[in-house]
């Protein structure tokens, strides 16, 4: 389209400039001489001519001059003078021309020539000289023409009369009738007078097939002979340079052409679609002058006031029309956008001013109207726009439009107009509907092991950015999370291994709708249960509910409560059980268990499991990781039997008291009493000390004797209870002559011995020798002191018998024996040892039994330094010979001290990286001292010929244990493996302390605690800490820290251990 002109109103200004002519009329002025002469002789007669109008600056004929002679003044003689009055200024004759027509009427005599001159002589302005050549008489006319004026622009109009006279004495004649106007002044506009539709200046849509006028009046009478064309400048400040404007269509004057008139009038017929303004004419072409000639001159550049015309309504497209500012991802108005309606005017419109522009945004909130102002960063400065006051209405809608209505400033309005593109409005924040975490296998939904349950998550629409990192899931871990149309989101929980019943899954607000509107709200998922932990076993132990004697349930503590309704996740080898128990839903069952007939409460039977028969109350199978191969002895020991019995009467005065126990005990646990006391009472055991048989001094005659155990322990620790037999017992003893009837049976007495009582052997087929006192049938004889595979035989004196063990196993060797009378009372346990030995070898004599001391008189050292060592020998040192085994230590007494055995060797030293080899002669040159004992603190000693076992302290003192308990808590559940033998010939060298009868840890003795690293020594009763650079220095090894030790066992806190030289550490031996 064409580019339209743009317009401004300017205010109307009319024109109020008259020019005035004014006709100067009247007696020139002039200059002669002599003047008395002028005035006295004015010829006679009369000079007429036509009015003569002429413009500035311009050369006119004259119209013809008629002069008639009324007193024959015109005389051949003399000259016709025309003078042009000094009035008439810058005005004279046209000297070029010297020509003329001259024509002469009446009587004249003569004729006049037709030639002319002009001078200046003895005159004040230019003359006209006419020749005269004949006479005239009164009456006589001389018409003069074609001749011509030239006139000058004197800035003002001038009007003078022509004087004329002969050259008589130069004396003028001034008639009115031949007058000279010279009109130098253009005319001017006075007035614009605008009619019809015009009236307001302002021509629009509303006025099209309207006609309108435009009077132009101007000062003086206008000469219109023809008319061009009307041209218009636009607006100074158009956007483009300005535009000449020739003929705009509808336009036409409507003036008669060649009619004089003082006014012009211009009609124009309003048409469809125009858009000019017209704010200056500057030209009218064509002839339009006033009656002098004087041409129209344009009013340029004068305040005239324009003429609008806008018949062109805006333009406006639905393209143009948009929103902004709708940060959505996908363009979306959404929560917390301020929209901004936008109409782009710099595109659309018509190129002039737009005085209003209305949206109607209701799709959004309201109707809101438009403000004229420029968005920050759009391409121009006609961008109206309009923001939505106030927060969006909640909706999730689509293809909501605008509205816009625009008004320029003629009053022509377009629209509405619809915006071509369709928005969507989402002020709908997104929630979360529910989170669903899939129940599990287990009991009550519970997830147990293997359950990977679905999580499933609704939105409450369509979401972005959502993943499983946005879902807070305790005591697993929630996979990658899976949808279709993001909304529903679904994921797989995997457990952690745990048993948490109180869990529940929260979704966090960390994500969008796909519009891009934050999560306003999330979600908690109803609790759900854990239990990926599967029951184990903790313990088995053997139960005698009725104190018969017999083991009759196991008794089992898992590591939590399980179901096993039906007790058969157990089978016990040896024993049926009826699948009947107690404590199903607990952590303690008890699996019932058939009785074996016969006295068992130490029995530690195999056990079987069967996993799936148990599970925990979610449904977690039994895992038997751990779970104990043997049942632990758990039964308390009862008294099966006695002799004599509860109430007997006419019991022998000699007889023994003999208890026979349902299993092996701790003989040095045992305590009771005998009221009265017979005196010389002491206890010995036999058949793996199950039966306990009790010498006295006779008894008293007719005597009531009340036989009481007051406590002891099984081997395993387990405190005796009362069984079969009632605990005390009391029997009464027969009369000192009686002979026989009524009270118990004695047991028999016996004694044996090997080869005749030899002290060595190197065979290991031996003669048995068995002496028995008292009744006795039987006898029971074995290498093992519990008898274990031996059976009752005849009763013989003597027996051939092969001692235990190989050929090749020298040492000492004992062998057990028992006899029972018919009446089934045992006798005491009888032994005797020999020495097997290697033939050709004397044997040893026997070891004496160990010494108890005061630690006061504990030998700590040798007592004197020997002498000096030989040179390339230092304290301290480990050295051997290159042709024996044996290693020795060098002390601060520069002797040399033996490890008798590997053992003692390790106990002090990892390796024999230290030992030094030299000569059998500087060797043999050191002193022999004392043998090295083992390492206090390190491990535990016996000798084969007694089962007592002992803790080393410092300069070779050893403690007896106890008590197996003791040990245990001690040194831990494996503390046998601890202990090593002592062969009997270097066992003089240790000295006998007190024994260790409570849990507490010898000096020497390495800790630590249970759920700690840090290493403490113990010394009397106190612990040092022993940091690990001290732990290396001192050459401490792990194997011999006690670890685990209970946080029961409380000692002082002493200094921190030092590290020591070893030539310090081995004087601890």
């Not at 390796?911 to 206090?936: C, H, M, Y």
Request: glycine share 8%; hydrophobic share 40%; proline share 5%.
């Amino acid at each position: 389209m064409a580019k339209k002109v743009k317009k401004h109103f300017f205010k109307i200004l009319p024109i109020s400039v008259a020019v005035i002519m004014i006709l100067a009329l009247g007696a020139g002025i002039w200059q002669q001489a002599p003047v008395e002469e002028a005035l006295a002789a004015a010829p006679a007669g009369t000079m007429t001519a036509t009015t003569l109008l002429m413009k500035g600056n311009e050369t006119k004929a004259i119209n013809p001059i008629t002069i008639v002679d009324s007193g024959a003044e015109i005389t051949a003689t003399n000259n016709i003078l025309i003078l042009i009055p000094a009035t008439f200024v810058d005005t004279t004759w046209d000297t070029t021309d010297t020509t003329a027509t001259i024509n002469t009427t009446g009587n004249t005599t003569g004729t006049v020539s037709t030639t002319v001159s002009y001078t200046t002589t003895n005159y004040a302005n230019d003359t006209l000289v006419l020749d005269v050549t004949a006479d005239f008489t009164s009456g006589d006319q001389v018409i003069v023409s074609d001749l011509s004026f030239v006139s000058a622009n004197p800035g003002t109009n001038n009007s003078a009369d022509l004087l004329w006279s002969v050259d008589a004495g130069g004396v003028f004649s001034a008639t009115s009738s031949a007058t000279l106007t010279v009109d130098t002044v253009a005319p001017t506009l006075v007035s614009i007078i605008f009619g019809g539709v015009l009236s307001d200046n302002l021509i629009n849509q509303a006025d099209v097939g309207s006609n309108a006028t435009i009077i132009m009046a101007f000062d003086e009478t206008m000469n219109i002979l023809s008319v061009g064309n009307l041209v218009a400048s636009t607006a100074p400040d158009d956007l483009v340079a300005s535009t000449a404007l020739s003929n705009p269509t509808g336009f036409a004057w409507s003036n008669t052409l060649g009619n004089p008139n003082d006014t012009l009038t211009l009609t124009y017929l309003v048409q469809d679609g125009n858009e000019d303004l017209f704010a200056n004419l500057t030209s009218l072409g064509g002839n339009v002058t006033d009656l002098a000639g004087n041409a129209f001159t344009p009013w340029v550049n004068q305040a005239i006031a324009p003429i609008y015309i806008d018949t062109a309504e805006p333009i406006v497209t639905g393209g143009n029309v948009f929103v902004l500012g709708c940060s959505g991802l996908g363009g979306e108005c959404i929560i917390g956008d301020t929209p901004v309606l936008v109409w782009d005017g710099d595109t659309d419109g018509e190129g002039d001013t737009i005085v209003s522009v209305i949206f109607d945004g209701s799709n959004f909130r309201s109707v809101d109207n438009a403000l004229n102002a420029s968005d920050p960063g759009t391409p121009g400065t006609n961008y109206w726009s309009v923001g939505l006051s106030g927060a969006m209405d909640p909706a999730q809608t689509t293809l909501n439009t605008i509205d816009v209505t625009v008004t320029d400033d003629a009053g022509n309005v377009t629209g509405p107009i619809t915006s071509s593109v369709s928005y969507t409005i989402d002020t709908i924040a997104p929630t979360v509907n529910s989170i669903t975490v899939g129940a599990g296998s287990g009991t009550g939904g519970t997830i147990i092991i293997g359950d990977t349950p679905t999580v499933t998550i609704v939105m409450s629409e369509a979401v972005t950015g959502f993943d499983n990192t946005d879902v807070t899931m305790p005591n697993g871990t929630l996979g990658a999370l899976g949808t279709v149309d993001n909304i529903t989101f679904t994921g797989t929980f995997t457990p952690n291994a745990i048993e948490d019943a109180t869990n529940t899954a929260t979704v966090a607000t960390t994500f969008t709708d796909t519009a891009g509107n934050n999560a306003s709200a999330g979600a908690t998922s109803a609790n759900y249960a854990i239990d990926t932990i599967a029951p184990t076993v903790i313990s088995a132990t053997t139960a005698d509910n009725d104190s018969n004697g017999q083991i009759d349930a196991i008794i089992v503590v898992y590591s939590e409560p399980v179901n096993d309704v039906n007790y058969d996740a157990l089978a016990v080898t040896g024993y049926a059980l009826p699948g009947t128990g107690a404590g199903t839903g607990t952590a303690t069952l008890t699996y019932d268990l058939i009785e074996s007939g016969t006295a068992d409460t130490g029995a530690t039977p195999a056990l079987t499991w069967t996993a799936v028969n148990a599970a925990d109350l979610a449904g977690n199978i039994l895992d038997l990781t751990g779970a104990p191969a043997n049942a632990t002895d758990g039964a308390p020991p009862v008294i099966i039997s006695t002799s004599p019995a509860n109430g007997a009467t006419n019991v022998l005065l000699t007889a023994n008291v003999i208890a026979t126990f349902s299993e092996p005990m701790n003989t040095g646990t045992i305590l009771g009493s005998v009221v009265p006391d017979p005196g010389g009472l002491a206890a010995t055991w036999s058949v793996g000390n199950t039966i306990m048989t009790i010498s006295h001094n006779i008894f008293s005659p007719l005597t009531l004797y009340t036989s009481t155990l007051l406590t002891g322990q099984d081997v395993n620790g387990n405190t005796f209870v009362v069984g079969p037999v009632p605990n005390p017992i009391s029997f009464t003893t027969r009369s000192a002559s009686s002979s026989g009837g009524g009270g118990g049976v004695a047991a028999p007495t016996c004694s044996l011995s090997i080869n005749n009582g030899a002290v060595s052997t190197d065979t290991l087929s031996v003669i048995l020798s068995l002496t028995v006192s008292g009744e006795a049938t039987e006898m029971l004889i074995s290498n093992d002191q519990n008898f274990v595979g031996a059976t009752w035989q005849p009763l013989a004196g003597s027996k051939a018998w092969t001692l235990a063990g190989s050929t090749a196993d020298y040492g000492t060797k004992t062998v057990y024996a028992l006899v029972k009378n018919t009446a089934g009372v045992t006798s005491n346990l009888c032994s005797d040892t020999i020495e097997y030995v290697a033939p050709g070898v004397e044997p040893l004599p026997p070891p004496e039994e160990p010494v108890l001391v005061p630690e006061e008189d504990l030998v700590l050292h040798d007592p004197e330094p020997a002498g000096p060592l030989s040179e390339g020998v230092a304290v301290g040192t480990l050295v051997k010979r290159a042709d024996m085994d044996t290693v020795y230590f060098v002390d601060n007494d520069n002797r040399r001290h033996a490890f008798p055995s590997e053992s003692v060797y390790f106990s002090w030293f990892e390796d024999f990286s230290k030992v030094q080899t030299i000569a059998a002669e500087t060797l043999a040159a050191i002193p022999l001292g004392s043998n090295v004992t083992v390492r206090p603190g390190t491990y535990l000693v016996k000798i084969q010929t007694d089962p007592k076992v002992y803790a080393v302290e410092p300069y070779g003192v050893i403690r007896w244990i106890q008590s197996e308990a003791i040990a245990r808590s001690l040194y831990g559940a494996e503390w046998n493996k601890r202990v090593v033998d002592v062969e009997p010939t270097f066992f003089v060298n240790y000295q006998t302390g007190s024994s260790v009868s409570s849990a507490s840890h010898p000096t020497a003795s390495l800790i630590a605690y249970e759920g700690d690293t840090n290493v403490y020594y113990i010394e009397k009763g106190i612990k040092k800490f022993v940091s690990s650079e001290v732990f290396v220095n001192n050459l401490f090894q792990n194997k011999f820290v006690s670890r685990n030790i209970s946080s029961s066992i409380i000692y002082a806190t002493g200094a921190n251990m030092a590290s020591l030289p070893i030539e310090t550490l081995m004087t601890l031996r």
